[in-house]
């Protein structure tokens, strides 16, 4: 079923209206009708089971059949701390951290970054199209909220935010690895309290410095490793999301 969101001021009892481009795809581009069901997300969480009513020039409004808590999400938000990386990548980390649970991104310039936003007009061009490729992400994962990207932070400002955190992990190619380490990383993961905010650091092309690890074990971060390979920086944080969101959305575990 076709998923689509909209303002939370835009639900009522039992009425829902969607604006903006949704309207043209669900018209033009779908070609749907009126009787049709589709499912209606107010981006915080809660999915609404709705039929549509009518499709005017400028707003769908669908009628509410029934509600309830998106079932997509993980029992808690993680936060992921990316080190900027070159060219395209972060778009293509954004789009499968999306899909794979991420609550919210969070760029990181940290001291190997290559990239420089010191451009605000072009960061803010930047993140408005990174925004725009996290609700994509979104929408076609069934998402039940569109997680944020933030505008980029220091190395020193990311580990601030996250000393707010409950669990700060920092997988490092330096740490333990062998079947006792891999076993104390992987409990770390599945104790992760439901309702928590979790903040997750990945290194950029060249990982972190030695320093930067220190820095951020002293600040409260939990070293892990992540095996043996060392993994590229588009692929360290999705792996870990993978292990994370399996490890706690499995009863079998």
């Known amino acids: 079923m076709y998923h689509f969101y909209t303002e939370k001021s835009n639900i009522s009892e039992d009425t829902i209206y969607i ?13 749907m009708k009126e009787g049709e069901e589709i499912i209606i997300c107010d981006s915080e969480g809660t999915d ?6 009518s499709l005017g020039r400028d707003e769908v409004v669908a009628e509410i059949l029934s509600s309830g808590i998106s079932e997509a999400e993980m029992p808690f938000r993680v936060h992921l701390f990316q080190g900027l990386p070159k060219k395209d990548k972060m778009e293509m980390i954004i789009q499968k951290s999306v899909e794979l ?17 010191d451009d605000k007009k072009k960061e ?18 069934g998402r039940g909220i569109i997680p944020e990207v933030s505008n980029c932070m220091s190395f020193k400002e990311a580990l601030k935010a996250a000393g707010e955190m409950d669990v700060v992990l920092i997988p490092y190619e330096n740490a333990d690895s062998s079947p006792e380490g891999m076993k104390k990383s992987l409990e770390m993961i599945k104790n992760i309290p439901a ?12 990982g972190f410095e030695p320093t930067e690890v220190e820095e951020a074990i002293n600040s409260g971060a939990k070293e892990i490793s992540l095996g043996k390979r ?4 588009e ?4 792996m870990l999301l993978s292990v994370i969101g399996f490890l706690n959305s499995s009863n079998i575990i």
């Not at 649970?101 to 936003?117: A, C, N, Q």
């Not at 993140?127 to 076609?140: C, G, L, P, T």
């Not at 060392?230 to 920086?233: C, D, G, K, V």
């Open 19 to 31: 604006t903006g481009e949704d309207v043209n795809h669900i018209k033009n581009v779908l070609r």
């Open 48 to 53: 609404y089971h709705t039929r549509i009513k």
């Open 101 to 117: 649970g991420v609550f919210r991104i969070i760029p990181v310039m940290t001291k190997r970054v290559i990239v420089k936003l």
């Open 124 to 141: 803010e061009a930047k993140n408005k199209r990174w925004q725009a490729i996290s609700e994509s992400a979104a929408k076609q994962s």
């Open 195 to 206: 309702g928590s905010d979790v903040a997750i650091f990945i290194g950029p092309e060249g």
């Open 230 to 233: 060392i993994l590229r920086t």
């Open 235 to 238: 692929t360290a944080g999705m």
